[in-house]
């Protein structure tokens, strides 16, 4: 099949031919009649298949031109990344049509982004956050929304993005065409369908939970930390084979860790990319690894979803994740768009148990690699890794970094003052000598003595 028999028209086809895409993938040619005949669409598909142009294509071919300012078209995606990502995919298909597309996300000023609002749009890209505080501002008028589309659902409802769904759906037009995408089939997701969607189309080209066929897998054990740093030199040493390279991290301190020894070994090589970094930070970092400026990124799993940066050769997996549905998400990085992928997977003894949960989850064991001769095998440890020891009454703590974090949303002004808690209010109260009031339950415990 090729994107001539699929019913596109002149400017699309003219876009296309500039990018050189002549097939379409088979998420493509599964979802273009389904999403094009206005019914409700479910797409089970992982990053890297070409999802993204799978909606975007019948959605673009069927909107017309029109002078009006609201919105036609939504797309909500979990991830500001990824709404600069869909943004700019949407805009390079848009060559030669007439439409305007706007990106609009939480952690930068919302007057700006009214203003480009209010100019009239017809497809918004958003998070959710920002989009439900455009609406409710009234400058972004949902009412002409046709078609809704929400992008990797799986990760939007991970990161607890539901409610705000729901609020959003409550104020947008019943009739409307839902179109979902999501890598991964979780109880959330089918819960999420069940309620709001009208029976959907369901399209899958990849049970969730099977690799992509073209990725190579490979794996080590690995005693620890230092010993994972040395192989990893020894890896990435191989500058021609190891040409863009992705490096997986379970936790911010780890990646900022990893970073600091890569950038001693392979000075300005080397990028990182996790929560804690500013949003402009991010977006260099990303940009700089795409541009091939910088040939390694050092990413936490969370950061690195939904990343579009094309020629991985290789993603490591520095560490085992806990959960096997992130080393899915992380090895989907690599192999996109039906070219060939590498995967390195490095295991420690106490990570062998999310080894076997990924093995279980492919039905399949990956091929085990022996550690080069020439790598050092370290003794030291890091902090983590030390025998705990555990004082009575003082049980370990959770480490800091892995408490969930503000993740994708700086905190909005009015959310950011500390919560004082009562004693703040007693000592304002105090203070200005506030009259007892009615109900104020605690006037006699203040002024016992
Ligand atoms: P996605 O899964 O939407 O993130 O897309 C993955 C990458 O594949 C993007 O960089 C697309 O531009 C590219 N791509 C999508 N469809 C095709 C196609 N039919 N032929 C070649 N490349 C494609």
């Not at 040493?237 to 936790?251: E, G, W």
């Amino acid at each position: 099949m090729t994107f001539q028999d699929l019913n596109l028209n002149t400017p699309l086809y003219n876009a296309l031919d500039d990018l050189g895409f002549t097939t379409p993938t088979p998420i493509q040619e599964e979802s273009f009649s389904v999403v094009a005949s206005g019914k409700d669409v479910v797409g089970i598909a992982q990053t890297g298949t070409g999802k993204t142009l799978a909606y975007m294509l019948p959605i673009l071919r069927n909107l017309k031109f029109s002078k009006q300012d609201n919105p036609r078209v939504l797309v909500l995606v979990p991830t500001r990344e990824l709404v600069v990502q869909v943004v700019s995919e949407i805009e390079k298909f848009s060559k030669y049509i007439n439409n305007r597309v706007l990106g609009v996300y939480g952690g930068t000023n919302i007057n700006t982004q009214k203003q480009a609002v209010a100019q009239g749009q017809d497809i918004i890209v958003a998070t959710p956050g920002r989009l439900y505080d455009l609406a409710v501002s009234r400058v972004l008028q949902l009412k002409s929304i046709q078609k809704l589309v929400i992008d990797e659902v799986d990760v939007m409802l991970d990161l607890g993005f539901r409610h705000q769904l729901l609020n959003i759906f409550d104020i947008l037009p019943p009739r409307r065409q839902n179109i979902m995408y999501s890598a991964t089939m979780t109880k959330d997701v089918d819960d999420l369908i069940t309620d709001f969607f009208k029976n959907p189309t369901k399209i899958a080209i990849a049970v969730s939970g099977t690799p992509l066929e073209n990725i190579k897998q490979q794996r080590f054990d690995v005693p620890n930390f230092y010993t994972k740093v040395n192989l990893l030199e020894h890896l990435l040493r191989d500058k021609d084979n190891f040409s863009r390279v992705l490096i997986f991290v379970a936790y911010k301190k780890m990646a900022d860790r990893l970073f600091d020894k890569l950038e001693e070994l392979f000075p300005s090589e080397t990028c990182v990319i996790h929560s804690n970094k500013t949003q402009n930070y991010r977006l260099r970092s990303i940009e700089q690894f795409r541009e091939g400026e910088n040939r390694l990124l050092v990413a936490t799993d969370v950061m690195a979803r939904g990343l579009d940066i094309e020629d991985v050769s290789h993603v490591i997996n520095f560490d085992t994740p806990d959960y096997p549905e992130n080393y899915m998400h992380r090895i989907g990085r690599t192999g996109r768009a039906e070219q060939e992928g590498h995967t390195i997977l490095f295991s420690t003894e106490t990570e062998q148990e999310g080894l076997e949960r990924i093995e279980e989850l492919m039905q399949m064991n990956i091929e085990t690699l022996q550690i080069p001769e020439d790598v050092t095998i370290s003794t030291e440890l890091i902090e983590e890794e030390r025998p705990q020891i555990r004082e009575r009454n003082n049980p370990t703590k959770r480490r800091d970094e892995d408490a969930p974090g503000p993740a994708f949303h700086e905190k909005k002004e009015k959310n950011q003052k500390e919560n004082l808690g009562g004693s703040y209010k007693f000592k304002i109260a105090a203070k200005y000598k506030k009259p007892k009031t009615r109900g104020d339950k605690n006037y006699n415990r203040r002024n016992k003595k």
